[in-house]
């Protein structure tokens, strides 16, 4: 059973209402502004401004004196993050990330979870267990709420909200969507995580501006998503924009998508743990070894980084040979989609000398051109259910024109 808005408008003046609020929803602005960015006379902008107020999802703000007529006020016009609210999940490796956010997709209050060895049924207990939680301690009723936005790994049925695949989580498909709206009776959205993770980057920093971005999260595997204006880019399928699956050492490893010598065979953090063990000793990794107190089970992506910087020659090496392909992979997808940025996503990348270290092996395949300004290091600095958060005020609340149930 799905809640129905008893406002009734046309198309035009839903995209209109959209309109406003993405121009208030970054920093206030005056109606006069307003008016002049999109193109509507001052007439029509009062009027729709003057509904949006009456609804209560935007207010006017602090008065700020006109430069050009003294004593004359200038009203802004911001948006009422607390208007409504939206939950936020994201699951992922051993853990799942639940949050509430607001429509300034600030999460407000999250929570992390074990999931290892929970059945999905078992993990959706626990997520509408760890909501209603949150919600009680927040003092948030179900009822301010819009939805609720799902981001999980591998490949997902966005119309349907069914997790077809989720590597290393579970291998069945799970009708995400229908579980958690039995519980809730609001709407759920679900999405691959790292294409939630992408919408945040684009809302939440100063990417904001740009509408086409190439995103990749470099965790233990490569995962990436691609804006294209301003909208997740899925493909005919659902695959596109798989940039850690496009084949690049043709005598390579075997992937678990099933190809052979993809990117993530080469230049991920699994990759590069497992190389190591390979030939790992004490002796050959001095550092290394004295970090993880000559366990090699500790092996982690934090003490690979740790051991670089403090030169452990065979590290320096292998990281590097990792960098020189994952170089080849950013080039690739820049050539293959020409993004305003593309944005790295990852532990690594957040240590400068590494993150330069990359620059440079980009740099040496370019003759004329620089793409180094094309790519940045991602500053999202939020849990992970913000994914959700955005995805969910995004489809539900300003996609619609704040058109929600009263
Ligand atoms: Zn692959």
């Known amino acids: 059973m799905k809640r129905r808005s008893g406002i009734n408008m046309s198309d035009v003046k839903i995209s209109n209402r959209a309109m406003i609020l993405n121009q208030v929803k970054g920093s206030p602005k005056s109606r006069k502004d307003i008016a002049e960015k999109l193109n509507l006379t001052p007439a029509a902008i009062t009027m729709l401004v003057n509904e949006l107020i009456e609804q209560g999802c935007v207010r006017e703000s602090g008065h700020v004196d006109e430069p050009v007529r003294v004593g004359r006020k200038k009203v802004f016009i911001e948006l009422n993050k607390d208007y409504r609210y939206v939950i936020g999940v994201n699951i992922e490796g051993k853990h799942v990330n639940i949050g509430i956010g607001n429509l300034q997709y600030e999460v407000m209050a999250s929570i992390s979870e074990s999931i290892s060895g929970l059945s999905p049924e078992q993990v959706v207990k626990m997520i509408v267990r760890q909501i209603n939680r949150l919600l009680h301690e927040n003092h948030i009723e179900l009822s301010q709420c819009l939805g609720i936005g799902v981001g999980i790994v591998g490949k997902v049925d966005t119309k349907k909200g069914i997790s077809k695949h989720a590597y290393g989580i579970w291998d069945v498909e799970v009708p995400i969507a229908d579980m958690l709206e039995k519980a809730f009776d609001m709407p759920v959205l679900v999405e691959n995580n790292v294409r939630a993770l992408a919408l945040a980057e684009m809302e939440l920093t100063m990417h ?39 084949m690049i050492d043709l005598d390579g490893r075997q992937c678990q998508c099933g190809l052979v010598g993809c990117l993530e065979t080469v230049a991920s953090i699994t990759c590069l743990i497992e ?24 092996l982690n992506e934090g003490l690979i980084i740790e051991a670089y910087l403090a030169g ?10 990792m960098l020189v392909y994952l170089s080849v992979g950013i080039i690739n997808s820049i050539k293959f989609y020409d993004p305003h940025k593309l944005v790295l996503y990852s532990e690594m990348f957040n240590e400068p000398i590494l993150y330069k270290k990359l620059l440079t092996e980009i740099a040496k395949h370019q003759i004329e051109e620089s793409l180094e300004s094309l790519i940045e290091s991602s500053n999202l600095i939020a849990p992970k259910c913000v994914g959700g958060v955005v995805l969910s005020a995004k489809k539900l609340f300003f996609s619609k024109g704040a058109m929600v149930a009263e």
């Open 275 to 298: 190389d190591i063990k390979q030939d790992f000793t004490n002796e050959a990794y001095p550092i290394l070894s004295k970090l993880m107190n000559e366990d090699i089970d500790l």
């Open 208 to 246: 904001r501006k740009i509408s086409n971005l190439v995103f990749m999260k470099l965790g233990p595997g490569i995962g990436s998503a691609v804006i294209i204006d301003n909208e997740i880019y899925t493909g005919a399928h659902s695959d596109a924009g798989e940039i850690g699956h496009m």
């Open 312 to 321: 452990d020659q065979k590290v320096v090496d292998k990281t590097d040979a």
